[in-house]
């Protein structure tokens, strides 16, 4: 008979009564009893791993108890319940929580517990499982078994340590027997020796003390030499030395996995292609495969060599040296500067490749290889972009752990120094080769070719929609077809400006532009452009009310033709002051740049390029400003990073301003200064203009010749003269201004022109202009000179300048070629008496105070001008196209008007001066913005109409209208700043960027709207039938260039709720599948939307891109590269690149549909009530189509 087991009895009741006092936890359980579907309720405490079970609450004495140590709790089902009872009650039943505590050894049954709560019986099950000790079980098993572990090792140890022992006393056994052999050896040679005295022995105690001694001494040397070894290892040296072989270790292994990639390529795509170039059916051209690999093959054998070397290198490990292989390396490594600069253009040429359906078939075939790993050829592509990136930074590593007295730091610091100079070249390359791409992209949609545009020079500005209104010979409005549905259609023209020419094409029905066969390319120093039509124009009166002032002139003058005038009508007012300030700036470029060249070779004899380059502030890096190898449309070297004081002066150079350079200012001044800085800046160049431009420029401007003094003869007619004063057009003209006064004036003296050459020469007298004359300008065809009267003649002045302008002052005059040609032997005019000449044929009238012969002719007075010239420009600039700048500061504003009214009140003003600072001023106070656009808040209040139409009722055509209407109002509403500084990822991102946010909100909301619609038919017909719909109104907005509605669209489609309706789609018909496809391959993320970017770059305003793409770019822009340099510089090369990202989204949004509102349709695409949640969606989606058993 097995005996009970004894325990203290005293000490459990104790125990039980902690338990019910300080019980970790504590309540009533239903347990179950020995007896089939039994349940007792009794009072559970659970103290430390002891489970205590009371009758009741109220009992001193256990019923029982339970340890808990090594057991486990899990929850169970309820129990089936028999039929018998009442429904209530089996309902209470079965929500009551079950659970069961398991005990870890046989023999003992488990114990089955219920409670009335979840949420109790969850926390009674923690409670259980923290009693069990679980934790600390699984904690003393693992140190067990490291325990048992650990006494392995000593004993494998201790047997290895024996084994050792038993090797030493064989070794010495052995050391004896060769000694012994030893001694007998030299016995038996001291008998052959006999004739050799007999030597002492020694005693052999000194001879065990001589062998104790070299024993002491071989035991310390080598002690020593561990001691030396060990203090190595942990020294700071070893540590560095052990990553530097680490750091070329992996830069050997990342070099043989490029070279595996260029292998790739070349043997898997290049030479495949070539061979495919020479079938009978080529899917490609030579050139094509040329274009797309460049010199790939190049760079792979390159870097063949370079790989074999540094495994030789590695051969001779631990001496690593490999300066002396990137010495050989350095000089090869400028082939990357041609694959680099054609990367783009490959990729663009693998892109209409890839239409070839052949192509696209054999492309994918090579693709499908498994050494490519479901890698694309576009990836292989890139890998060689990254390659000297990599390099520097593996250099810099090395340098990192590479001593400063290492054999080869200077060697490797040179490698480093190279590569990133290697860089910076390329990345400039890149950045001048862009335009460059623009171009010739812009000169292969045009079917005739366009040479102009293969000048390097060249600089894109923008391009657009306008429509051109006819006209007849006279430059007045034809009324014939002025109708609005035959000007749209016939009179649309795609324009696309240039910093020297401008082109209007039209568009044929493939997408192929055409050039205008008169007048599709205009120079702009032959054009004026008149901003408003003319007041004494009966006909431009009726055309301003007609076309609601959004029409413009450019006035075309040239050389070797009659003039004729275009007129151009923009789609909103808002896109007409774009264009204007576009094309005045480039006008005024062109335009400064000549009037500087005629001041310096005048004056001092230095021509315009030779006077910048003795600048050395303009081209050499100092300790505030760093300059790129790339030039600018003004030919001076870019700015890389710059103080702001630089950057200011830059702005306000009077010797040259860069489109580029002020737009990228303009767009990104608030990252590193303030409005009221530029604005100051701007004031005080108007005010002290000569600050403007460096005291060596100034000495060379004042450093005038002889000649300029008229200390020798020139002749009228010589070359220089013509060099001299040819002069571009002027700003722009007046609406009060006549066409034969708002025609430029040639000041060009060729023999062989057809307008009259200028005969300049001072005067000492002067007087008020005269009236109005008849004529206002010789006729084409007679050759007038304009000479200055002299003193004694001054008052035959009026006899002998009938054809004289009104604008002209009176000592200015023209002589008929039959006069006297020798009047005026000495030639000796200023260029500011050149720059009166030029500017006062674009006025109505001399104003007061400009009638002083000694202040025209005055050298500094150009400089006045020049400056006061370069302040309106830049104000224009600011006003037209960042006039937000001024909506949301009142101050800024209200200190323009200042600045501008003073400007206003110089009594030296010139008419066409006096006319831009009126322009400006008027731009700048008119409060009524564009009302043509449609506002964010209009839509909101269009939700107010009455009953709104169905999904069923309304076309797809319909549907994608109004989401293009709505998506481009949206999109054009964010405003320019907050695109600067990340505020979209920050926390108070809907402070920073309302709009943004906005424009996310609408995305989603869209999208839901039409998952929705989708799940809210019941039959597959129907949902199959919406899909359809869906899919052919994201196929109207891509042809109406509405990129984002493709992507909610599709985004929609791609959604698990409406993925995973497998019996839905297969009721979709092929034909829409197939759409479908080709729109999502369209609004792709793959590669950074390449595709859809190449689709961009194809297309004509108006369009509506995915935000998401440009604010990626920004981000990856703004987190690669800092705003300022370690010196406190501004990193001018990334406002550079954020300002070609922002000119891109405001070119998008300038340009507006011409889409009529439908407000029924409005209100069904913003009713939110339509939406549902995305759970409740996918909720749907399972009801609709529960999930099939696995």
């Not at 030396?228 to 680490?246: G, L």
């Not at 209409?352 to 890698?375: I, S, V």
């Not at 004026?528 to 002139?553: Q, R, V, Y």
Request: hydrophobic share 35%; net charge neutral.
């Amino acid at each position: 008979m097995q005996k009970s087991v004894r325990y203290n009895e005293g000490h459990a009741l104790y125990l039980a009564f902690l338990a019910r006092k300080e019980g970790t936890k504590r309540g009533f359980l239903s347990k179950k009893a020995a007896e089939a579907s039994r349940w007792h309720e009794k009072w559970f405490a659970l103290y430390q791993n002891v489970l205590f079970y009371f009758e009741g609450e109220q009992s001193g004495r256990p019923a029982g108890m339970y340890l808990l140590e090594g057991c486990s709790c899990e929850r169970t089902p309820a129990p089936p319940r028999t039929s018998a009872g009442p429904a209530g009650a089996r309902d209470a039943l079965d929500k009551q929580y079950y659970f069961t505590v398991l005990f870890g050894h046989e023999g003992q049954k488990p114990l089955e517990l219920r409670c009335e709560e979840e949420q109790a019986g969850k926390e009674w099950m923690e409670a259980i499982h923290q009693a069990s000790y679980a934790d600390i079980l699984i904690e003393r098993e693992v140190l067990m078994q490291k325990y048992i572990h650990l006494v392995q090792i000593v004993e494998t140890e201790k047997i290895a340590a024996n084994q050792l022992r038993h090797q030493l006393e064989d070794q010495d056994t052995e050391i004896e027997r060769l000694k012994s052999e030893i001694v007998a050896l030299n016995k038996t040679k001291e008998r052959m020796r006999p004739y050799q005295s007999h030597q002492e022995d020694e005693d052999p105690d000194i001879k065990k003390i001589k062998k104790v001694q070299s024993f002491m001494r071989g035991w310390l040397c080598r002690r020593k030499w561990k001691t030396i070894v060990q203090d190595y290892i942990c020294s700071p040296h070893a540590e560095s030395m052990r990553k530097r072989n680490q750091i070329v270790f992996t830069m050997v292994e990342a070099e043989t996995e490029y070279v595996h990639q260029l292998y790739i390529l070349v043997n898997g795509f290049l030479r495949p292609l070539r061979m495919a170039a020479s079938s009978k059916k080529p899917p490609i051209s030579h050139d094509d495969v040329s274009s797309i690999f460049l010199n790939s093959e190049t760079i792979m054998f390159l870097h063949e060599i370079f790989h074999q070397g540094l495994k030789a290198r590695l051969a001779n490990w631990p001496t690593l040296v490999l300066a002396d292989l990137f010495d050989i390396l350095l000089p090869m490594l400028n082939i990357y500067q041609e694959f680099v600069r054609n990367h783009q253009y490959s990729l663009q040429v693998l892109a209409n490749c890839k239409q070839n359906r052949d192509f696209d078939k054999l492309l994918k075939q090579y693709e499908a290889n498994p050494a490519c790993e479901g890698r694309m050829l576009e990836t292989f592509l890139t890998y060689p972009m990254f390659q000297i990136p990599r390099y520097i930074i593996t250099l810099h590593e090395l340098l990192a752990h590479t001593p400063h007295e290492h054999v080869e730091r200077k060697s490797l610091e040179f490698a480093k120094s190279k590569l990133e100079e290697l860089s910076r070249v390329m990345h400039d390359e890149v950045s001048d080769t862009e335009n460059i791409r623009k171009n010739l992209a812009i000169e292969r949609m045009i079917v005739e070719g366009c040479d102009i545009l293969l000048d390097t020079s060249q600089t894109f500005i923008r391009q657009g929609s306008l429509i051109q209104v006819p006209s007849v010979e006279r430059g007045k409005l034809s009324k014939v077809r002025l109708g609005s549905l035959s000007l749209k259609k016939e009179g649309e023209r795609q324009c696309f400006l240039f910093t020297k020419h401008f082109l209007i094409c039209t568009r044929s029905s493939g997408g192929k532009l055409h050039l205008l066969k008169t007048g599709g390319v205009l120079s702009l120093i032959e054009c004026t452009l008149i901003e408003e039509p003319d007041a004494s124009d009966d006909d431009s009166k009726g055309s301003g009310h007609m076309f609601g002032h959004l029409d413009f002139k450019i006035v075309v003058e040239p050389p070797d033709a009659a003039p004729f005038t275009v007129v151009l009508l923009a789609p909103s007012r808002q896109e007409k002051a774009a264009w204007m300030s576009d094309i005045s700036q480039c006008v005024d470029n062109i335009r400064c740049n000549g009037l500087m060249t005629i001041v310096f070779e005048e004056n001092s004899k230095v021509t315009v390029p030779h006077m910048i380059k003795s600048d050395a502030r303009l081209h050499k890096d100092d300790t505030d400003i760093c300059f790129s190898k790339t030039l600018n449309s003004c030919k001076v070297p870019q700015i890389r990073y710059a103080s702001v004081e630089r950057l200011l002066e830059r702005l306000t150079d009077l010797r040259f301003l860069s489109i580029d350079f002020l737009n990228t200012f303009l767009h990104t001044y608030r990252i590193f200064t303030t409005a009221a800085v530029v604005l100051a800046k701007l004031s005080d160049i108007y005010k002290r203009p000569f600050t403007s431009i460096p005291v060596r420029s100034l000495e060379l401007f004042f450093a005038a010749s002889p000649n300029n003094r008229g200390e020798h003869m020139v002749d009228g007619k010589s070359p220089r003269l013509c060099r001299k004063f040819s002069s571009p057009p002027p700003l722009a003209v007046s609406r009060t201004s006549s066409p034969v006064r708002a025609r430029k004036l040639s000041l060009t003296s060729s023999l062989n022109s057809r307008i009259g050459a200028l005969d300049l020469t001072t005067s000492s007298s002067s007087s008020s202009p005269t009236s109005h004359s008849p004529t206002a300008s010789p006729p084409p065809h007679t050759a007038a000179v304009l000479e200055s009267a002299p003193a004694d003649r001054a008052g035959d002045s009026t006899e002998l300048s009938p054809c004289r302008s009104p604008s002209t002052p009176r000592h200015l005059r023209y002589r008929q070629p039959g006069g006297q040609a020798a009047d005026s032997p000495h030639c000796s005019v200023s260029p500011a008496s050149a720059f009166a000449i030029a500017t006062a044929a674009a006025g109505h009238g001399s104003p007061p105070g400009f009638n002083n012969t000694e202040r025209t002719c005055d050298k500094e007075f150009i400089i006045r001008r020049t400056a006061t010239n370069r302040v309106l420009n830049v104000l224009r600039h600011w006003v037209s196209k960042h006039a937000q700048d001024f909506e949301l500061n009142n101050e800024l504003k209200m200190n323009v008007l200042n600045l501008l009214e003073e400007v206003l009140r110089d009594p030296d003003l010139l008419p066409q001066e006096r006319k831009a600072t009126a322009n400006i001023l008027r731009a700048l106070s008119q409060d009524d913005q564009d009302d043509i656009h449609l506002k964010l808040e209009d839509i909101i209040q269009m939700t107010d109409c009455p009953k709104a139409e169905c999904f069923e009722t309304l076309s797809a055509m319909e549907l994608a209208e109004q989401i293009t209407l709505l998506d481009h109002v949206v999109f054009r509403s964010i405003p320019y700043e907050e695109f600067l500084g990340q505020g979209w990822m920050k926390l108070d991102k809907n402070e920073r960027t309302p709009y943004i946010m906005k424009t996310s909100q609408h995305f989603n909301e869209m999208s839901n709207l039409v998952a929705s619609q989708i799940m809210n038919y019941a039959d597959i017909s129907s949902r199959a039938n919406a899909i359809e719909k869906w899919v052919a109104v994201a196929d109207i907005c891509r042809c109406l260039h509405n990129y984002n509605g493709v992507l909610e669209i599709t985004a929609a489609l791609n959604r698990s709720a409406i993925y995973r309706l497998k019996k839905t789609w297969a009721k979709v018909s092929k034909q829409t599948k197939a759409l479908m496809e080709k729109l999502q391959k369209t609004v792709s993320s793959e590669g950074r939307f390449k595709n859809l970017r190449e689709t961009l770059k194809n297309c004509n305003p108006p369009a509506v891109p995915y935000l998401g793409m440009y604010l990626t770019d920004l981000a990856f822009i703004e987190e690669g590269t800092p705003n300022f340099t370690e010196e406190g510089l501004v990193n001018f090369s990334k406002m550079r690149m954020i300002s070609h990202i922002i000119r891109e989204i405001r070119q998008f949004q300038q340009t507006a549909y011409r889409i009529d509102q439908q407000p029924k349709v409005i209100q069904y695409l913003l009713d939110k009530a339509l939406i549902i949640d995305e759970d409740t969606l996918y909720e749907l989606s399972l009801k609709i189509e529960p999930r099939l058993p696995a």
